[in-house]
């Protein structure tokens, strides 16, 4: 059974620093891995999609990176503003029928 | 424009009654599902619908019957509702199901009295 873990629950930082995200997952036969951010009380946005083949995914200030091996992905963030402040999903999805595993998520705050 | 939509976006009921939310999709996808996300967050799929063909079932009560038209819409009938039933349900679409971006709906939030 895919279990997929997000490291840290929380995070608050100062407006203009970098971060990462954590995502985690016990199996390795995925098709891809998604990262998500969702609004309070709104539905879920996709951020960046990796295929299992790939290493790496980047748009603008995001890039998401992939190593199945290790069953790991993260999410930097450069140059976080107040805007970035959501919770970030991660799911994966398993060779299993095409199943969607989401962690439960990295609530980040980002103060002016 | 709307790529994923979902009716009602709330739904408050009294426990018991059978409810229906409504799921369409104008992106031309082959691939629909639907997740349940909890008061702590987290969300799990409930089933997912590839042209019209159920290919995901998660171990849901068999009270919850998804219905699938056509493949832009993907209803979810919920019977003899509980208190546990409330949640958010999201509705969600992908191109071909298994290397596609999901989109997602705005979600429906379900409060069961």
């Known amino acids: 059974k895919q279990e997929v873990t997000q490291i840290p629950a929380a995070l608050s930082v100062p407006e203009g620093e970098n971060l990462v995200l954590n995502c985690s997952f016990t199996?390795?036969?995925?098709?891809?891995l998604q990262w998500f951010r969702q609004d309070p009380g709104k539905g879920l946005t996709s951020l960046l999609l990796?295929?299992?083949?790939?290493r790496e995914q980047t748009s603008g200030r995001l890039n998401a990176s992939l190593d199945k091996s290790s069953g790991r992905s993260t999410l930097y963030i450069a140059a976080s503003q107040p805007g970035d402040s959501a919770t970030y999903l991660c799911?994966?999805?398993?060779?299993?029928?095409?199943?969607?595993?989401f962690g439960d998520g990295t609530t980040l705050t980002v103060k002016p | 424009d709307t790529a994923v939509s979902q009716t009602p976006k709330y739904l408050v009921t009294q426990m018991g009654n059978d409810k229906s939310i409504k799921c369409e999709q104008n992106?031309?996808?082959?691939?629909m599902y639907w997740y349940k996300q909890d008061s702590k967050k987290f969300l799990k799929i409930m089933f997912s619908?590839?042209?019209?063909?159920?290919?995901i079932n998660e171990t849901v009560p068999n009270r919850f019957s998804p219905k699938s038209p056509d493949k832009a819409h993907l209803n979810l009938h919920i019977n003899s509702l509980e208190l546990g039933d409330s949640a958010v349900y999201f509705c969600?679409?992908?191109?071909?199901?298994?290397?596609?971006?999901?989109?997602f709906g705005p979600g429906t939030r379900l409060t069961v009295l």
């Open positions: 969600a679409s992908s191109l071909q199901g298994r290397t596609d971006t999901q989109y």
């Open positions: 990796i295929q299992s083949s790939q």
């Open positions: 799911a994966v999805q398993g060779t299993n029928a095409g199943k969607s595993t």
């Open positions: 199996d390795s036969a995925i098709y891809n």
């Open positions: 619908y590839n042209n019209k063909e159920l290919i």
């Open positions: 992106l031309g996808h082959d691939t």
